[in-house]
């Protein structure tokens, strides 16, 4: 693929970032909310489980972002460029398939 089409990294941060914080916000509730002598017994299968939903979001987060900008380079509108105009109905043909002031054979 060309350089063109890669995600912005700073934007994917931005994206993930409030999923990450409320990961880290889980686990800081998890481990506070297992019972004295059983930290990690009480706490670390909910852990685990929080680390591999962020892993799989921020997996699909990236490549959607990447397909956006994919998509983006393709698009009439795309990155800097105008969309192009609508077509009209075009010119009434004649009968024989001519357009009217066309040359006839």
């Known amino acids: 693929m060309d ?3 890669k995600l912005l990294v700073e934007a994917y941060l931005q994206r993930m970032r409030a ?3 409320a990961l880290l916000r889980g686990v800081a ?3 506070n909310a297992a019972p004295d002598g059983a930290w990690i017994n009480g706490s670390e299968m909910q ?3 929080l680390f591999a939903d962020l892993r799989r979001a921020a ?3 990236a490549l959607q972002m990447r397909l956006e900008v994919k998509q983006a380079a393709f698009s009439p509108g795309g990155p800097g460029g105008a969309a192009l105009p609508e077509q009209g109905p075009g010119e009434p043909q004649h009968a024989d398939g001519q ?3 066309g040359a006839h054979a």
């Open 47 to 49: 852990v685990r489980d």
């Open 19 to 21: 999923q990450t914080e």
């Open 59 to 61: 997996y699909e987060t």
């Open 3 to 5: 350089g063109d089409s």
């Open 99 to 101: 357009r009217a002031g």
């Open 29 to 31: 509730e998890a481990v």
